[in-house]
């Protein structure tokens, strides 16, 4: 674990986005071109923290997937989850659009989403929820014990506020998307309230392309 790289637009987001019955889908913010440019011109630049660290879970196909990209590609990391219709957080899809621009680019990713929700999100029901925003989503999830070594590791937080009749259980998380090398060193975090072409764009600056 390393002391990150991190751009300034991360600071335009906050750290949690509640899932509190809207539909986050729609909200991806443009930035005006100067202050875009003003956010890549000098990254990367450091965080006054450390973030990430190994883990081991399960993904939606039922292998084992640590922090280490087994095809050795970049990947886009979220925490958050899979079964919520409706009112799912805006990363879901900039994630997926982001990671279709990238590589038709050239340039390959992964995108993981990490439950924070574990009796919802099962081996056995994740691939079906994310496959409704992008066949390209990964869904990871694992023992109580296995997810808090990721949590802890990437300093993610949640909380779980209600229980909808519909929905089930409704939490408030974290909302920073990270951006990891292939051996799963986090380079930087992104807000998910950029448009896919922005996200593809402060990517681009650590991965190339």
Not at 81 to 110: K, T, W
């Amino acid at each position: 674990m390393r002391a990150v790289p991190a751009i300034a637009v991360t600071l335009l987001a906050g750290m949690a986005l509640a899932h509190d019955g809207e539909d986050h889908g729609q909200g991806a913010t443009t930035l005006p071109d100067d202050r875009l440019a003003a956010a890549l011109k000098d990254a990367p630049t450091a965080l006054p923290w450390q973030v990430g660290g190994p883990f081991e879970l399960t993904d939606h196909t039922g292998r084992t997937r640590t922090q280490a990209d087994p095809e050795g590609r970049h990947q886009l990391l979220f925490f958050g989850y899979a079964n919520c219709p409706g009112i799912c957080s805006a990363a879901l899809p900039l994630m997926a659009d982001a990671v279709a621009e990238l590589e038709a680019g050239g340039v390959e990713m992964a995108a993981l989403v990490v439950t924070i929700d574990p009796k919802l999100d099962t081996v056995e029901t994740m691939g079906a929820s994310l496959a409704k925003v992008s066949d390209d989503l990964l869904g990871l999830t694992g023992t109580p014990e296995a997810l808090d070594v990721a949590y802890q590791a990437f300093q993610v937080e949640f909380e779980h506020l209600f229980d909808d009749p519909e929905h089930g259980p409704i939490y408030s998380h974290g909302s920073f998307i990270y951006l990891l090398d292939p051996e799963g060193e986090v380079l930087t975090q992104v807000p998910p309230v950029l448009p896919p072409e922005q996200v593809s764009a402060i990517v681009r600056k650590y991965v190339g392309g």
